[in-house]
């Protein structure tokens, strides 16, 4: 069965600095892959997904994610992070025929000033 | 364009009770799924409904039950309530695919709070 093992449930970097959430999956045949953010009392919000159409998929308000077959990651990046970007971001998988999507356990994000 | 609403926003509950969880999903969208989200957990899967039938359900027991409407908005029925009961519920819609079946990514309500005591 597929899944997803997001590593450190808590993430600090200073405002500006580069931000790297990280995520590997597990899945017997290609995913398609997606991050979502969820802020204080909100539902998710799709930052990005992967489809197989390119390995380095751009998403919103300045992230990226970089698909890694032979790591069997997916890993979330931004440059220069800012303090709106203080959130919690859960990576995800879908397996190909299978509706159904899959969250990982999320990591909190914090900015430090 | 409507998103995905979810009402109540809150809910407290008594164990043993039965509660009935709302969602109105984005306008054009005929596949709506439910998720649990635990404090401090990633969101869970219950079951997913399209075309007004289940058609793919997670771990979940019997005791959470769910509909859809011709409309396409969705209601979760969860019985005899459990204090581990207690999370966020979240409903989230997709555009239509083949059969049901695509790789829309799913647009989520804000969620409706449910404590049980």
């Known amino acids: 069965a597929q899944s997803v093992t997001q590593l450190g449930s808590h993430v600090s970097v200073s405002e500006g600095a580069l931000v790297l959430l990280r995520c590997n999956y597990s899945?017997?045949?290609?995913?398609?892959l997606f991050w979502y953010v969820q802020y204080p009392n909100q539902g998710l919000q799709l930052l990005l997904k992967?489809?197989?159409?390119?390995?380095l998929v751009k998403g919103i308000n300045g992230f990226e994610a970089e698909f890694k077959k032979s790591e069997t990651s997916f890993h979330l990046t931004k440059p220069s992070a800012h303090m709106s970007d203080a959130a919690e971001y859960f990576c995800a998988v879908r397996k190909n025929r299978d509706d159904k999507i899959i969250f990982g356990k999320g990591t909190r994000l914090h900015i430090l000033p | 364009e409507t998103g995905v609403t979810q009402s109540p926003t809150h809910l407290i509950k008594t164990r043993g009770q039965q509660v009935t969880l709302r969602c109105s999903s984005q306008s054009g969208h005929n596949t709506v799924s439910w998720y649990q989200q635990a404090l401090g957990q990633g969101p869970q899967f219950i079951f997913q409904?399209?075309?007004?039938?289940?058609?793919g359900r997670g771990n979940f027991p019997p005791r959470f039950s769910g509909l859809q409407f011709p409309n396409y908005s969705s209601e979760l029925n969860v019985n005899a309530l459990e204090l581990d009961d207690s999370a966020l519920y979240l409903c989230?819609?997709?555009?239509?695919?083949?059969?049901?079946?695509?790789?829309?990514?799913?647009?989520f309500g804000n969620g409706t709070r449910l404590t049980v005591t």
């Open positions: 899945s017997s045949v290609p995913p398609y």
């Open positions: 409904y399209y075309r007004e039938e289940e058609n």
């Open positions: 989230a819609s997709s555009p239509p695919g083949t059969g049901g079946r695509n790789n829309s990514p799913l647009h």
């Open positions: 992967y489809t197989s159409a390119a390995t």
